[in-house]
């Protein structure tokens, strides 16, 4: 039995893809890639089939993550029926995903910075990774440390509660 995780942003091309590529990247250097399945999706459709945003394929392959055979997807219903683990970029995606939660789902949906192992990277912020879209470019670094940061929390927290 495999752990599915499922990242989700509103474009799904800055945000969720940085997080899908970081994390698959941990999974793989731990060799758990048997036991937890990664994807990501948006909430929203205006990139379906796109691949991620050109600064943020640049940012993480500068911190050696390839995102780019990433292809934007929306969430979908069933999504609630396969994902173990859906984390939500920021409120408003979480408000989005717990609008269209089905009373089934058994999995666990929240903020994936509540995973975040080194607070000091919020500071007095929200436990958010803010949307980089409309920023300047210094916003994708913010994502990848925000990323690497909780990664490593969620991981772990899998680890245990899987006994692995
Ligand atoms: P993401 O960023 O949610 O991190 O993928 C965005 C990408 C596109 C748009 C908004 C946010 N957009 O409005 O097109």
Excluded at 14 to 19: E, L
Excluded at 43 to 59: E, F
């Amino acid at each position: 039995m495999s752990v599915k995780v499922l990242f989700v942003c509103l474009g799904n091309i800055c945000r969720s893809p940085t997080a899908h590529g970081v994390f698959e990247s941990l999974v793989n250097e731990r060799g758990l890639q048997e036991l937890i399945a990664v994807d990501s999706a948006g909430t929203g459709d205006w990139h379906l089939g796109a691949g991620p945003d050109k600064r943020a394929l640049a940012a993480a392959k500068n911190r050696g993550y390839d995102l780019s055979a990433l292809r934007a997807r929306q969430v979908i219903v069933n999504d609630f029926d396969t994902y173990d683990f859906i984390m939500a970029m920021d409120n408003n995606n979480l408000d989005d995903l717990r609008a269209m939660s089905p009373a089934r789902f058994s999995g666990e949906l929240a903020l994936f910075l509540h995973y975040t192992l080194d607070l000091s990277l919020l500071g007095d912020a929200p436990k958010e990774v803010p949307d980089p879209y409309y920023g300047s470019g210094d916003g994708f670094e913010h994502v990848l440390d925000l990323v690497e940061d909780a990664s490593k929390g969620l991981l772990e927290h899998i680890l245990k509660q899987h006994r692995l």
